[in-house]
Every structure is written in structure tokens, then in C-alpha cells.
């Protein structure tokens, strides 16, 4: 089992920044896929950025070229810098965790909130 815990969520002006930070715990040898996903109201879930555990990026075409995916493995943390934020960014955001045998952890959410 893996424990997922986000933290970095607030309220920005629309330009502003922000970065989430999701710290792992438990079995974190087993993650093979770390991402972060992201729920606004009365939308489905959508994939935002993920990292395989070799570093391997990928991105969601809203967020590309603002948003950076990275990890910290001596602190069994991913990160998510929120650059150049805007209106249709506001949701909540979830971090991911998919080990070898594709199970999925998640956190419990953390809310982004921007301000036009």
C-alpha cells in the first residue's frame, strides 16, 4: 500500500503560481507511475501531468508549457509547479500513485483555486 499525501493547494490570481507537492509513503518501491489529476465541478476527472518512475514526462495539452511535473526521490515526493494559472485551472487536484501491478493510490485532493 502506498499513502499519498498533497499538500501546496490555495487561491492565485489568474498569471500567478503555484506548486503541489504529493509525499509518498509505504510501499514506494513498488510506484512504477506518479501523476497528478485534476476534478472541477461537474467535470470527470482528467489526467494533468504523470512521470514514470525512470523520469519520463508527460503532459495534458491544456497545461503544456505551464505546468511542470518533476520528483524528488531521497524525498519520495512529486511535485507539480503551476506557472501562468488561469480560470479553467480552478479544480481539485489529486495525486496518483500506480504501482507494478497497476494499482492505483490516491490522495485526498488538494484545492487550486485561481481568480480572474
Known amino acids: 500500500q502506498v499513502q499519498l499525501v498533497e499538500s501546496g493547494g490555495g487561491l492565485v490570481q489568474a498569471g500567478g503560481s503555484l506548486r503541489l507537492s504529493c509525499a509518498a509513503s509505504?510501499?514506494?518501491?513498488?510506484?512504477?507511475?506518479s501523476a497528478w489529476y485534476r476534478q472541477a465541478p461537474g467535470k470527470q476527472r482528467e489526467l494533468v501531468a504523470g512521470?514514470?518512475?525512470?523520469?519520463?514526462?508527460n503532459y495534458a495539452d491544456s497545461v503544456k508549457g505551464r505546468f511542470t511535473i518533476s520528483r524528488n526521490n531521497a524525498k519520495n515526493t512529486v511535485y507539480l509547479q503551476m506557472n501562468n494559472l488561469n480560470a479553467e485551472d480552478t479544480a481539485v487536484y489529486y495525486c496518483?500513485?500506480?504501482?507494478?501491478?497497476?494499482?492505483?493510490?490516491w490522495g485526498q485532493g488538494t484545492q487550486v483555486t485561481v481568480s480572474s
Open positions: 512521470i514514470t518512475s525512470g523520469g519520463r514526462t
Open positions: 496518483n500513485a500506480r504501482n507494478t501491478r497497476s494499482y492505483d493510490s
Open positions: 509505504g510501499s514506494i518501491f513498488s510506484i512504477a507511475f
